[in-house]
């Protein structure tokens, strides 16, 4: 029953001005107050009667005859066409019931998602088809087994994307270092992270809730710029892209057959792009409805790793030298040797002052040769100045030598203070992975709850 659409040129472009018209009118709420009381007709192209029908629909008339003509041409284009148009205009409760099914198609993990789809989707979501519609949606992403270990890590990435590289627990404020080594910062860090994964689900549902709130009373309008211009975009290229026979569109190319410029993401793609903190509120519950599985996989990991006992021994670097701390206090055997470390270095081995030795030898030389040898004057005067240039040098050697010992002490007495502190640190610490633990158990069974609640459809 198709007829060349080259053959009338003129028909196919009014009905597509007269679609494109209709749909500017409908965006705007205008009531078709531009638009002609008849559309053009062009016979055995589905457009046509399917114009028919939505202006029919819309003005609350029966629309049983262009319906059925527009369907035995093209099932799937004509749904696809009148539950998104519908959805513009907010009276996407006028759509048949088996539309959404024919419109959708199936979804598939091994498959992208289409525009089409996507656009439905979205429009379900924002509420544009009433509870049905965002039932409809679940239930064809529930038909999807989503493996709950698939790629855990990049759904946890998406929920809280903005992860601080460590984590500092109170009780180790004063010893970054410890904070650093891994066996104590995995459990905080798994904590913490469990911590932002039940609020990023929380912020979802409370979102969810206060949006379900403000719109008690409208129409199924879409809510959002970006669903309308997603299902304005897929929509104008139903209009324009295909041929009679909904093979082809202009210069003859192969074109999706749901009308919406070929596929999308992969279904996961979309999915995890809801998931994260920018997303659209509407969608961010139905992705989190369909990631659970992973969701509560990972939280499930994270409190298990905050259950860990800390270790009964944890080696430290202490003033550059690696000190082993246990509960009872550190290790004797590593102190001995950092004690011995700071000694050696604190005290570098200057030799004899042979320096300060010549120049007093000299002033000796000097004074026999004064005494014994008449009128040497210069040399009477010179050794008294080559024997006090001589005590000079053991004098500043001295003080050096009681500098290094100062700093010895100095580095010693912190070595130890250093040692103790990180031991009573671990002892608190310990404290705190008691109630860490116990944190991470509530946090599990409030997303758990959260999670097993799901989204409501109204």
């Given at each position: 029953?198709?007829?060349?659409?080259?053959?009338?040129p003129?028909?196919?472009?009014?009905?597509?001005?007269?679609?494109?018209?209709?749909?500017?009118?409908?965006?705007?709420d205008?009531?078709?107050?531009?638009i002609?009381?008849?559309?053009?007709?062009v016979?055995?192209?589905?457009?046509?009667?399917?114009?028919?029908?939505?202006?029919?629909?819309?003005?609350?008339?029966?629309?049983?005859?262009?319906?059925?003509?527009?369907?035995?041409?093209?099932?799937?284009?004509?749904?696809?066409?009148?539950?998104?148009?519908?959805?513009?205009?907010?009276?996407?409760?006028?759509?048949?019931?088996?539309?959404?099914?024919?419109?959708?198609?199936?979804?598939?993990?091994?498959?992208?998602?289409?525009?089409?789809?996507?656009?439905?989707?979205?429009?379900?979501?924002?509420?544009?088809?009433?509870?049905?519609?965002?039932?409809?949606?679940?239930?064809?992403?529930?038909?999807?087994?989503?493996?709950?270990?698939?790629?855990?890590?990049?759904?946890?990435?998406?929920?809280?994307?903005?992860?601080?590289?460590?984590?500092?627990?109170?009780?180790?404020?004063?010893?970054?270092?410890?904070?650093?080594?891994?066996?104590?910062?995995?459990?905080?860090?798994?904590?913490?992270?469990?911590?932002?994964?039940l609020?990023?689900?929380?912020?979802i549902?409370?979102?969810?809730?206060?949006?379900?709130?403000?719109?008690?009373?409208?129409?199924?309008?879409?809510?959002?710029?970006?669903?309308?211009?997603?299902?304005?975009?897929?929509?104008?290229?139903?209009?324009?892209?295909?041929?009679?026979?909904?093979?082809?569109?202009?210069?003859?190319?192969?074109?999706n057959?749901?009308?919406?410029?070929?596929?999308?993401?992969?279904?996961?793609?979309?999915?995890?792009?809801?998931?994260?903190?920018?997303?659209?509120?509407?969608?961010?519950?139905?992705?989190?409805?369909?990631?659970?599985?992973?969701?509560?996989?990972?939280?499930?990991?994270?409190?298990?790793?905050?259950?860990?006992?800390?270790?009964?021994?944890?080696?430290?670097?202490?003033?550059?030298?690696?000190?082993?701390?246990?509960?009872?206090?550190?290790?004797?055997?590593?102190?001995?040797?950092?004690?011995?470390h700071?000694?050696?270095?604190?005290?570098?081995d200057?030799?004899?002052?042979?320096?300060?030795?010549?120049?007093?030898?000299?002033?000796?030389?000097?004074?026999?040769?004064?005494?014994?040898?008449?009128?040497?004057?210069?040399?009477?005067?010179?050794?008294?100045?080559?024997?006090?240039?001589?005590a000079?040098?053991?004098?500043?050697?001295?003080?050096?030598?009681?500098?290094?010992?100062?700093?010895?002490?100095?580095?010693?007495?912190?070595?130890?203070?250093?040692?103790?502190?990180?031991?009573?640190?671990?002892?608190?610490?310990?404290?705190?992975?008691?109630?860490?633990?116990?944190g991470?158990?509530?946090?599990?069974?409030?997303?758990?709850?959260?999670?097993?609640?799901?989204?409501?459809?109204?």
């Amino acid at each position: 029953m198709s007829t060349d659409l080259t053959a009338n040129p003129h028909a196919r472009t009014e009905l597509r001005r007269y679609a494109e018209a209709l749909l500017a009118d409908l965006a705007a709420d205008a009531a078709f107050s531009t638009i002609p009381p008849k559309s053009p007709n062009v016979p055995g192209y589905w457009l046509s009667p399917a114009v028919e029908a939505l202006v029919l629909l819309v003005r609350g008339e029966d629309a049983l005859k262009p319906l059925g003509r527009a369907a035995q041409l093209d099932e799937r284009r004509t749904a696809l066409f009148l539950c998104l148009a519908l959805a513009l205009s907010g009276q996407g409760d006028r759509i048949h019931a088996s539309w959404m099914g024919i419109a959708f198609g199936e979804l598939s993990l091994e498959r992208p998602v289409t525009r089409g789809q996507r656009a439905l989707w979205l429009a379900a979501a924002q509420g544009a088809y009433g509870p049905a519609g965002k039932i409809f949606v679940l239930r064809k992403l529930d038909a999807v087994a989503v493996p709950s270990r698939s790629e855990p890590a990049r759904w946890l990435s998406a929920l809280t994307p903005h992860e601080p590289s460590m984590v500092v627990p109170p009780s180790l404020v004063d010893f970054p270092e410890l904070a650093e080594l891994p066996e104590l910062a995995q459990p905080v860090q798994a904590s913490a992270q469990l911590t932002r994964l039940l609020g990023r689900c929380t912020e979802i549902t409370t979102a969810r809730a206060s949006a379900d709130g403000r719109s008690a009373g409208r129409t199924g309008r879409l809510s959002s710029a970006c669903a309308e211009k997603e299902v304005l975009a897929v929509l104008r290229h139903l209009i324009v892209s295909d041929g009679p026979d909904g093979s082809a569109g202009p210069g003859g190319r192969p074109e999706n057959h749901d009308g919406a410029d070929g596929a999308t993401k992969p279904l996961v793609e979309h999915l995890i792009t809801d998931l994260r903190p920018c997303s659209d509120s509407s969608l961010a519950p139905i992705a989190l409805h369909v990631a659970a599985p992973i969701v509560r996989t990972v939280a499930e990991g994270l409190a298990k790793a905050t259950q860990v006992i800390p270790p009964e021994s944890v080696t430290m670097p202490l003033l550059g030298h690696r000190v082993i701390l246990r509960p009872e206090g550190p290790d004797p055997e590593s102190m001995a040797s950092a004690e011995r470390h700071i000694t050696e270095e604190g005290v570098p081995d200057r030799g004899l002052p042979w320096l300060a030795y010549a120049l007093l030898a000299l002033g000796s030389v000097a004074l026999v040769a004064a005494i014994t040898v008449p009128d040497a004057l210069p040399a009477a005067a010179l050794a008294p100045l080559l024997a006090a240039a001589g005590a000079h040098q053991l004098w500043r050697r001295r003080q050096r030598e009681r500098a290094d010992a100062k700093y010895v002490t100095k580095q010693l007495s912190e070595l130890r203070e250093l040692a103790d502190g990180a031991v009573w640190a671990l002892h608190e610490y310990g404290r705190e992975a008691e109630k860490r633990a116990q944190g991470a158990t509530s946090d599990l069974a409030e997303l758990t709850r959260l999670l097993r609640r799901g989204p409501r459809a109204g």
